[in-house]
Every structure is written in structure tokens, then in C-alpha cells.
């Protein structure tokens, strides 16, 4: 008999477990028992259904590969410990992410026992998804500003060009031509940018850009 590792040492560091149920698969007499925290997982009041590779079978996740019953029949006729993380379609309509950790019993004639524990991971999977969302949200936001910045940088170019200014000078211009106008500064950028469409000669670039600039700022003035 190989020695099993607590279940809740198989988790990340800091992750908890929703709960822990036992197991046990008498190979021989074919006679599983749940804890009632397995029924719970599944769906079930515990004792209301009978424990086994069938009801494991049932309620596998369609998604998951291997499923749990093939890991537990590879179990059995192997011989090998396991531990693997899958989701239960539990009874429920729930869908829940658990651990299940096995070791096996062994004699001269083959597996007698297949047992351990499910750990429920659920909360920290949901905890964790939403915590992906968030930074995924993060990023596009992120992404939304460098493009903002882009069209912000690429309008400061044309001022510090056509003005023969540093960027903060430029940016202060800019700055100043948006609020004067009520209009958004990246919206006036992006005009600007939009409107600049053929390269100018510098000493007319000032005179010239004046004049982009005036009529981009007043409410309501198209590109």
C-alpha cells in the first residue's frame, strides 16, 4: 500500500478548499462509498443515489478528457496513485472544478481497493475567473490608452514640428486649443492628425496649422 498525500497539500499555495469529501471503491465486491460531501458535489442529498462509476460517469464534464471514470478504471488496472483536477455537470445544474486524489490497494491477485478524496475547488475557480476578466479588462482599457496616447503623440509631433517647440510646449498648446474649444483632447488629436494630411512646408506649417487647429476646436466643426 502506497502512502497518500494530504489532499489539501495537492492545492496552490493560498488556494482553499470549498470542501473535502472521502471515497472508497471496494474493486471486488464493486461496492463504492461517498462521504457526504461527494454527494454534495454531485448534486445529491447525500444517501439518495447510489455511489459508483456510474453515477462518475453521468456527471462528467462533456469537456473534460480524461474523464474521471477512465482515470479511476486506470486506477484500478494499473495500480498508480493519481491525483487530477476536472469539473463535475453535477444534478444541480452546477458546474463545479474539484481535485480528486487516489491511492489503491494492492494484493498477490491484483487492486482490491481504489480510495481517497475529492477536493472542492469551486469558489477559488469562479474567484479566479474573475479575477481574469478584471485584468482582461484592465488590458483593453490599457490598449484603448495607447492608442488615445498614440493619436495624442502623433498630434504633438506636428505642433513641435510646425512650432519648433519641445513636446511639453507642444502638449500645453494642445491642451489649451481643447479646452478653449470644449472639445476632448484625444478626440481634438485624432482630428488633427486626420485633417494634417499632406506634408507641409515648415515655414508654413505654423500659419497653417493655426488654422487646422482654430476651426477643430469650435463645437460641432467636421475634419
Not at 156 to 162: N, Q, R, S
Not at 176 to 205: F, H, I, M, Y
Request: charged share 25%; net charge negative.
Amino acid at each position: 500500500m502506497s502512502t497518500m498525500p494530504d489532499p489539501l497539500s495537492v492545492l496552490p499555495s493560498g488556494q482553499r478548499a470549498d470542501q473535502v469529501g472521502m471515497y472508497h471503491w471496494d474493486v471486488r465486491s464493486r461496492a463504492w462509498s461517498w462521504s457526504a460531501e461527494i454527494y454534495l458535489m454531485y448534486g445529491y442529498r447525500p444517501g439518495s443515489v447510489s455511489p459508483g462509476l456510474e453515477v462518475v460517469r453521468k456527471h462528467g464534464h462533456p469537456m473534460d478528457r480524461p474523464q474521471l471514470a477512465e482515470v479511476f478504471e486506470g486506477a484500478r488496472a494499473g495500480g498508480e496513485a493519481f491525483s487530477c483536477q476536472l469539473r463535475i455537470a453535477a444534478a444541480d445544474a452546477a458546474t463545479r472544478a474539484v481535485v480528486v486524489v487516489g491511492d489503491v490497494d494492492r494484493d498477490e491477485r491484483g487492486t482490491t481497493a481504489v480510495h481517497g478524496y475529492y477536493v472542492d475547488l469551486t469558489t477559488a475557480r469562479l474567484r479566479e475567473a474573475v479575477q481574469l476578466s478584471e485584468l482582461a479588462g484592465e488590458a483593453a482599457g490599457l490598449q484603448r490608452a495607447m492608442a488615445s496616447r498614440a493619436g495624442i503623440e502623433q498630434a504633438k509631433g506636428m505642433i513641435m514640428f510646425a512650432y519648433g517647440c519641445d513636446s511639453a510646449a507642444a502638449f500645453e498648446l494642445l491642451i489649451g486649443a481643447s479646452q478653449r474649444g470644449n472639445v476632448k483632447l484625444r478626440e481634438l488629436a485624432e482630428r488633427l492628425v486626420a485633417a494634417v494630411q499632406t506634408p507641409v512646408e515648415r515655414d508654413r506649417a505654423r500659419e497653417y496649422l493655426e488654422s487646422v487647429l482654430a476651426r477643430l476646436a469650435r463645437p460641432g466643426e467636421d475634419v
